[in-house]
């Protein structure tokens, strides 16, 4: 009988050590889906301050069938996401993950990047097709829950950073946008960064432009119910082409690496801004090396690039595709190819960096 030769140096300890993380990488991927079931049916907001519940309360609380809810908790149980209590057979959600997990207004919330990663995997079996040809799929090619996941997980971060943070990183900016000054939010997406300037800074106008039609209907809503559709205006426009200058400011909130020709957009930016003019760049925080992004934030961001930004740069003219890590040296390069006098990296998070242009 024929059996499988392993080659000599083959360690068994190590493969099977590797055999179980993926196991884990596997639940964790299947998890994805019971974490963006938990969101839309509210199990976990039901959870939240109930304290120690059977399966049987989880279901009359959120209003689903028992056995689902049973089966949902187990597999939560296993996740660590909540604690079982073999004794009394009750799961409890634990306060750090009530506030990751149900907390809209914290830097931890969780539930958009989970939607995000779902909507980009339901999108996978044409990103693999696409992949044989080197073809591109357009943002606005996406299931809804990418663009809802992304707001809803880049939201709770500017809430957290842009205000406070990150405009004031800025050499002069703050005061302008106190006294009144002209905004253009460029791939604006649903306007979660626009409408958040806009609140803050009651003097000053606001533009957001996105070249996907669907995330600006959906901006302009989100403007009106904020109430600061007085002062903001969405519009359908690309980058490199958006109409308006003498802007005070220009910002871009992780889309420059998605869009096809960074450089033009770049130029485009240089001649719409007043000669005083500052261009705030928020891009995933990176390396400028493969290996410097080899850890968790990196891993989840080189996944969303093959899945999300780099289809989205090839479906557009260029396709410079520089991807969800490209660094600050790719991005400093872009802007001084472009024309800008300064460039810097002026604050950043764990999951961002942020980049000062000016002329
Ligand atoms: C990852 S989303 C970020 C959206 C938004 N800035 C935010 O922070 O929530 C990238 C956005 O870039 C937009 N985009 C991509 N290419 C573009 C282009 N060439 N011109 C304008 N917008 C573009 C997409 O439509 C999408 O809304």
Sequence with gaps: MATVQEPASLDTDKLMSFVFRAVDEVGATLNTALVVMGDKLGLYRALNGAGPVSPAELARRAGISERYAQEWLNAQAAGGYVEYDPDSGRYVLPPEQAVALTDENSPAYLPGLFQTALGSVLDSPRITQAAKTGAGIGWHDHVHDVHEGCERFFRPGYNAHLVAEWLPALAGVV???????????????????????????????????????????????????????????????????????????????????????????????????????????????????????????????????????????????????LGAQAGEARIRAIATGAGFGSFARVAGTPFNNVFEARP
């Excluded at 533009?207 to 403007?223: C, F, L, P």
């Excluded at 960074?262 to 760049?281: D, F, I, Q, Y």
Aim: charged content about 15%; some cysteine.
């Design 175 to 321: 005061p302008k946008l106190q006294a009144g000054a002209r905004v253009a939010d460029v791939g604006c997406g649903h306007g979660a960064s626009t409408v958040l300037m806009a609140q803050a800074f009651p003097a000053s106008k606001f533009v957001g432009y996105d070249y996907h039609d669907a995330s600006i209907e959906t901006a302009k809503q989100r403007a009106v119910s904020a109430g600061v559709d007085d002062r903001v205006s969405f519009h359908v426009s690309a980058a490199a082409s958006y109409p308006g200058s003498s802007y005070d400011l220009v910002t871009m909130f992780d889309c420059l690496h998605d869009m096809g020709d960074p450089a033009g957009a770049a130029r485009h930016v240089l001649a719409s801004l007043a000669p005083e003019g500052t261009w705030m760049n928020v891009e995933p925080a990176a390396g400028d090396r493969v290996e410097d992004n080899l850890n968790p934030v990196g891993r989840a961001y080189y996944c969303f690039s093959t899945l999300l930004c780099t289809p989205s740069s090839l479906a557009q003219e260029v396709g410079l595709a």
